[in-house]
């Protein structure tokens, strides 16, 4: 004897399931700006590709490691459903390094983002096209540029002061801070740097 309401469960089961599979997680494309210095507050934006994807309603942050606090920001009145910002709080002792950060919202768990976590100050990209040397942003030794590649074959040009014989090392992240799911897709960024 089979009682009448259970094989209606399985069904409303399946409905919920449908309707899940149908709301697109939450998607990090990329963070701006990608770091974060230990021991200071920043603002960041999360990004996600798609406003399907986005985080209109994000409520909380989460962080691989210890150190890291992050606060949701409340939305401001225009600002697109697939951007929001964040505050976040990195602790002295944090350690340095690439974090894997992921959003919370009413959709579920964002895919990874990541986030540097660095010791020397973070200098963000001018929104201004510093594209020529004469258009160069002026920058300073010992900082982090957090910059952001906006269009296909775009040119950010920085100047900064240096004294003869002074050693300067640089190092260039880009696509290791793009699209943690591994989107290799067509015009992907791959940083090149040129000194003149």
């Not at 997680?25 to 590709?49: C, D, H, K, L, W």
């Not at 976040?88 to 986030?115: K, N």
């Not at 900064?160 to 290791?176: D, H, N, P, V």
Request: aromatic share 6%; with cysteine; net charge neutral.
């Amino acid at each position: 004897m089979c009682i009448p309401w259970l094989r209606i469960v399985p069904v409303l089961i399946l409905l919920a399931g449908q309707a899940a599979a149908e709301t697109p997680n939450p998607e990090i494309t990329y963070i701006v700006p990608g770091a974060v210095r230990r021991g200071a507050t920043s603002e960041v934006t999360v990004v996600a590709r798609q406003a399907r994807r986005g985080f209109e309603t994000a409520s909380r942050v989460f962080f691989s490691g210890e150190g890291l606090r992050g606060e949701v920001l409340p939305r401001a009145p225009k600002e697109p459903v697939e951007r929001r910002r964040l505050k976040i709080t990195v602790a002295p002792d944090a350690a340095p390094g690439l974090r894997e950060v992921r959003v919370t919202t009413e959709s579920g768990i964002s895919s990874l983002g990541e986030l540097l976590i660095v010791d020397d100050p973070v200098i963000v990209e001018e929104p201004k096209s510093h594209a020529t040397p004469t258009t160069a942003q002026p920058v300073e030794v010992n900082h982090v540029i957090a910059g952001a590649i906006s269009a296909k074959e775009e040119v950010d040009t920085y100047r900064f002061r240096a004294k003869a014989g002074q050693e300067i090392t640089f190092s260039l992240m880009a696509q290791r801070l793009d699209f943690k799911r591994h989107y290799q897709e067509a015009g992907s960024s791959d940083p090149i740097l040129i000194l003149t």
